[in-house]
């Protein structure tokens, strides 16, 4: 199953591994240790340059994790995989 998350990206539903909410994860120090470690591994996606990201998925890609940084709310992606 393909899962629309913002702009014209749509991943698939089983090589996604989580989604988050933006506010509320980037409380955590270790949310934030792993956000700022993927933008330095080069391993950010920005789904959407005009909009605000609401959310992070991190998705398995070609063995290797990616962050994708999404203007749909968690809530909302966690409602199209369902």
Do not use: W
Request: no cysteine.
């Amino acid at each position: 199953m393909f899962v629309p998350i913002g702009g014209e990206t749509v991943l698939r539903s089983e090589n996604i591994i989580g989604i988050f909410d933006t506010d509320s994860a980037t409380v955590s120090k270790h949310s934030r240790a792993l956000l700022n470690t993927a933008e330095k591994q080069k391993k950010v996606r920005t789904v959407s340059l005009t909009e605000l990201p609401r959310s992070f998925l991190l998705v398995k890609e070609k063995n290797e994790i990616v962050l994708y940084l999404s203007p749909v709310s968690a809530s909302t992606l966690i409602r199209r995989i369902q």
